[in-house]
Every structure is written in structure tokens, then in C-alpha cells.
């Protein structure tokens, strides 16, 4: 039988059409109602229904194209370059639908189906094929600047372009001048790779924290000797500045060791991974214990009492936030790289103070002001790092021997702080 009628064709695409709509439809119910994980599948289902009805629908235009009798434009798009693409002699695309049996059936013909059949086949030649049909689009997009006459047509191996033999040649270089040009646009994203690797150097500390409450000091309520020697006490803040370390080991209650322990792990190995776990432990301690100063100097002179190590734990979440933040300064001129926009600048410290009021900002008993603080120690903290390890090269290897000196640091900062507390 011969091809199908106009009518028909109208029919076949009015029908898939009405498919597709109804597909995606589903697709948005199916995910409202399910969510998104228990969807997935049925989602996948139909969207790959729905990219047969695309090629139902491009194949149908194909003929209709036929049927009038003019060269159809089809959407088009590349991938492989172009001193790598064929040029083939191929029919016109009125020809690329094809009966196959006694019912009509459509048919998308090879490459050499087309070579063979073409009348045409000494006026045109093609670049392709290619699977990419955006790359096509923008061949395309490439001729038409350089007014050569074209038209994108869809064969079985994939997506061609169709322009004079005449002018093949031009065509061919005015592409790869395009490819030469845009070969490595867009630019690829630099994404922070974490200096060091992970340790439980962090983890490990605020277990010990943990054990000090469970072993030694105990709840607030006891009245021990280890909370009246060291919390942080406004009025004391220069006579014994000590006791802005060791208020960050004590703890009023269980549930309050247990989530800084938590949270202080968390985010305190996220810290470790960029500047070593040694580092980390001095720089979150460091942290705190400014913090803690700041807080009693804010209550002057009023007084104030402060306890526990979340005003080191929202140190930490500072300290990702400013180094974050001047790592992202300091990349703004990289080449290949997009233009930066101001929210990209204050997007960490934005998250940092998402989690300061999520996480630092519940309960009767909260120390607002020493989240606050610690977390803007932090922040500093977190910028003069940055700006160190700016200076010594992005690609510096880590030192082994500053990290454990820097952890040898701590220890000694909080041993020694602990030591002048049980001395007075």
C-alpha cells in the first residue's frame, strides 16, 4: 500500500498528542500523591512512554512533510565533532517514512536506506549523524549566521544536517570553528576537594567530654566543686580568663552533653576535613573560649554564668561559614570559572546563621548570647585560616607535624586551664 492520507495522519498525531498530555499528567499525579521515592518507578515508565510518543510525533511530522511535498526541518543536535562526521548523499527528507508492510506501517529508513533511494543525492551533503539533538539545534543555529541554506533530518542512526554539496565545505568550518571555540564552555564548576581525610581525632574528643560528665562532674544539681571552680564567670573574666576553656566541659545534664557531643562531632569533623584534625581541635577550642570571653564581657557588669561546649560546637559551624566564605573570595577571578554573585559570597554565612537559629535558639534555659558569640568567633576564626592557608598555596600538602602539634596544643590548653582552676 502507498502512504497514508492527510487525514490520517492529523488523526495519528491528534491521538499522540492526546497521549502525551495524558502521560504527563499522570506523572504529576502519580508523584503528588505517592511522593517522591515510591513514584520513581512509575515515573521511569512513563517517561520513557513518553519519549516514544516524541518519536511517534516527529516521525508523523516527517510524513506530513511528505505528503506536502516540501524538505522538513527537523529538530536537531550533535555530539560528535565534526572531523569525525561523514558526508553522505542522502535523500530529501520527504522521503524519510517509508511503507514497510501491507497495513501502511511507518518506517524510519538507515543511512543507506536513504543514499540508495534519493533522486536528489548529487545536490546535498550531510553532517552527521549524531544522537544529541541540542547539538544539532546549535549546528543549525551556526549555519543559518553564516546564511548557508540547511535543514536537520531525522535518520535511523541518528540526527543529520542537510546543506548543499556546494557549500559542504564552508559548512564543515564554520562548525569546527564553533567546536574550537566552545569546547570547554560551559565551564566546568571547581569543586572543594577536602585537604585531609577523615579521623575520629574530633569524635574522640567530645567522647572524653562525655566520660568527664558521666565520671566526674555529673549534673549541675549535684553542687560539685568542678562547676563552682570552673564556669564562666563574668565578674572573674580577667582575673581567671582560664575559665572560659573549662566551661566548655562542663554540662548541665545529660541530654545537654550528649546533643553538643552530637552535634559537636558532626560538625567539628566537617572542620577537620578542611584544615586537619589537630588543627581542628585547636581551632574549635580556640573558638569557644573567645566566644565565652565575649559573652561574659557583654554582661558587664551585671554578671553572668556559662556552661557546656555549644558555644564551641556553633563555633565550628563559624568556622566552615568564614572559611567557606573567603575560599570563594579568593576563587572569584579563576579562569573558566562564572561570574560570582553577591549571594554566592554570602550564601555559607547565610546557612551558618540558618543553623545558629535552628539549632541555637530553643529552650528556657539557652544561652542565646554564647551561641551567638561562639558563632561569630568562629566566623573569625575561620577567615584568619583561610587566609593562612590562601598564603601557603591551595595545593600545600598538609603537615603531619603541625596537626599534632596542634593537637598537642589543645591538650595542653585544656589540661593546663583545669590545672590553674583546681589550684585557686
Same mark, same amino acid.
Given at each position: 500500500?502507498?502512504? *497514508?492520507?492527510?487525514?490520517?495522519?492529523?488523526? /495519528?498525531?491528534?491521538?499522540?498528542?492526546?497521549?502525551?498530555?495524558?502521560?504527563?499528567?499522570?506523572?504529576?499525579?502519580?508523584?503528588?500523591?505517592?511522593?517522591?521515592?515510591?513514584?520513581?518507578?512509575?515515573?521511569?515508565?512513563?517517561?520513557? #512512554?513518553?519519549?516514544?510518543?516524541?518519536?511517534?510525533?516527529?516521525?508523523?511530522?516527517?510524513?506530513?512533510?511528505?505528503?506536502?511535498?516540501?524538505?522538513?526541518?527537523?529538530?536537531?543536535?550533535?555530539?560528535? @565533532?565534526?572531523?569525525?562526521?561523514?558526508?553522505?548523499?542522502?535523500?530529501?527528507?520527504?522521503?524519510?517514512?517509508?511503507?514497510?508492510?501491507?497495513?501502511?506501517?511507518? $518506517?524510519?529508513?538507515?543511512?543507506? &536506506?536513504?543514499?540508495?533511494?534519493?533522486?536528489?543525492? &548529487?545536490?546535498? #551533503?550531510?553532517?552527521?549523524?549524531?544522537?544529541?539533538?541540542?547539538?544539532?539545534?546549535?549546528?543549525?543555529?551556526?549555519?543559518?549566521?553564516?546564511?548557508?541554506?540547511?535543514?536537520?533530518?531525522?535518520?535511523?542512526?541518528?540526527?543529520?544536517?542537510?546543506? *548543499?554539496?556546494?557549500?559542504?565545505?564552508?559548512?564543515?568550518?564554520?562548525?569546527?570553528?564553533?567546536?574550537?571555540?566552545?569546547?570547554?564552555?560551559?565551564?566546568? &564548576?571547581?569543586?572543594?576537594?577536602?585537604?585531609?581525610?577523615?579521623?575520629?581525632?574530633?569524635?574522640?574528643?567530645? =567522647?572524653?567530654?562525655?566520660?568527664?560528665?558521666?565520671?566526674?562532674?555529673? %549534673?549541675?544539681?549535684?553542687?560539685?566543686?568542678?562547676?563552682?571552680?570552673?564556669?564562666?564567670?563574668?565578674?572573674?573574666?580577667?582575673?581567671?580568663?582560664?575559665?572560659?576553656?573549662?566551661?566548655?566541659?562542663?554540662?548541665?545534664?545529660?541530654?545537654?552533653?550528649?546533643?553538643?557531643?552530637?552535634?559537636?562531632?558532626?560538625?567539628?569533623?566537617?572542620?577537620?576535613?578542611?584544615?586537619?584534625?589537630?588543627?581542628?581541635?585547636?581551632?574549635? =577550642?580556640?573558638?569557644?573560649?573567645?566566644?565565652?570571653? =565575649?559573652? =561574659?564581657?557583654?554582661?558587664?557588669?551585671?554578671?553572668?554564668?556559662?556552661?557546656?561546649?555549644?558555644?564551641?560546637?556553633?563555633? #565550628?559551624?563559624?568556622?566552615?561559614?568564614?572559611? +567557606?566564605?573567603?575560599? /570563594?573570595?579568593?576563587?572569584?577571578?579563576? %579562569?573558566?570559572? !562564572? !561570574?560570582?554573585?553577591?549571594?554566592?559570597?554570602?550564601?555559607?554565612?547565610?546557612?551558618?546563621?540558618?543553623?545558629?537559629?535552628?539549632?541555637?535558639?530553643?529552650? &528556657?534555659?539557652?544561652?542565646?548570647?554564647? $551561641?551567638?558569640?561562639?558563632?561569630?568567633?568562629?566566623?573569625?576564626?575561620?577567615?584568619?585560616?583561610?587566609?593562612?592557608?590562601?598564603?601557603?598555596?591551595? $595545593?600545600?600538602? @598538609?603537615?603531619?607535624?603541625? +596537626?599534632?602539634?596542634?593537637?598537642?596544643?589543645?591538650?595542653?590548653?585544656?589540661?593546663?586551664?583545669?590545672?590553674?582552676?583546681?589550684?585557686?
Amino acid at each position: 500500500m502507498g502512504l *497514508p492520507s492527510a487525514p490520517g495522519t492529523r488523526t /495519528m498525531l491528534s491521538g499522540a498528542i492526546s497521549i502525551w498530555f495524558s502521560i504527563a499528567v499522570g506523572s504529576r499525579l502519580t508523584f503528588n500523591v505517592f511522593g517522591r521515592e515510591r513514584s520513581a518507578h512509575a515515573v521511569s515508565v512513563m517517561t520513557a #512512554a513518553t519519549e516514544a510518543v516524541q518519536r511517534l510525533l516527529m516521525a508523523g511530522g516527517t510524513l506530513a512533510q511528505g505528503l506536502r511535498g516540501d524538505r522538513g526541518r527537523g529538530s536537531l543536535c550533535p555530539t560528535s @565533532p565534526v572531523d569525525e562526521v561523514p558526508v553522505r548523499s542522502q535523500v530529501a527528507p520527504t522521503m524519510m517514512v517509508h511503507s514497510t508492510n501491507g497495513h501502511g506501517g511507518v $518506517h524510519v529508513p538507515t543511512l543507506l &536506506e536513504l543514499e540508495s533511494t534519493d533522486p536528489n543525492a &548529487e545536490h546535498f #551533503a550531510y553532517l552527521g549523524p549524531v544522537r544529541d539533538r541540542r547539538v544539532a539545534r546549535d549546528w543549525g543555529l551556526v549555519l543559518a549566521s553564516q546564511g548557508i541554506a540547511h535543514a536537520l533530518v531525522f535518520a535511523l542512526e541518528g540526527w543529520v544536517v542537510q546543506v *548543499p554539496r556546494e557549500r559542504h565545505a564552508e559548512a564543515t568550518r564554520a562548525v569546527r570553528l564553533y567546536q574550537d571555540e566552545n569546547r570547554d564552555w560551559p565551564p566546568v &564548576e571547581k569543586r572543594d576537594v577536602p585537604r585531609h581525610r577523615l579521623t575520629y581525632a574530633v569524635g574522640i574528643a567530645f =567522647a572524653l567530654v562525655w566520660l568527664f560528665f558521666a565520671g566526674i562532674t555529673g %549534673p549541675v544539681i549535684r553542687g560539685s566543686d568542678w562547676f563552682v571552680n570552673g564556669r564562666a564567670d563574668a565578674h572573674l573574666l580577667f582575673a581567671e580568663p582560664w575559665r572560659m576553656v573549662t566551661a566548655l566541659t562542663l554540662h548541665a545534664d545529660s541530654q545537654h552533653v550528649i546533643g553538643n557531643a552530637i552535634s559537636g562531632t558532626i560538625f567539628g569533623t566537617a572542620v577537620s576535613r578542611r584544615i586537619g584534625p589537630g588543627g581542628a581541635l585547636f581551632a574549635v =577550642a580556640s573558638a569557644g573560649a573567645l566566644g565565652n570571653a =565575649a559573652n =561574659a564581657l557583654a554582661h558587664l557588669p551585671r554578671g553572668h554564668f556559662s556552661i557546656g561546649a555549644s558555644t564551641a560546637v556553633f563555633g #565550628a559551624i563559624g568556622l566552615l561559614a568564614g572559611f +567557606q566564605t573567603l575560599v /570563594m573570595f579568593a576563587r572569584r577571578n579563576e %579562569p573558566k570559572r !562564572k !561570574k560570582l554573585r553577591a549571594i554566592d559570597f554570602a550564601g555559607p554565612l547565610a546557612g551558618g546563621l540558618a543553623l545558629l537559629g535552628s539549632l541555637g535558639a530553643g529552650g &528556657e534555659s539557652t544561652d542565646l548570647g554564647a $551561641h551567638g558569640f561562639g558563632f561569630v568567633a568562629g566566623v573569625s576564626v575561620g577567615l584568619l585560616v583561610a587566609f593562612v592557608m590562601q598564603k601557603r598555596g591551595e $595545593h600545600a600538602r @598538609p603537615s603531619t607535624w603541625l +596537626q599534632v602539634s596542634l593537637g598537642a596544643a589543645t591538650v595542653l590548653l585544656f589540661g593546663g586551664s583545669w590545672a590553674l582552676a583546681m589550684v585557686r
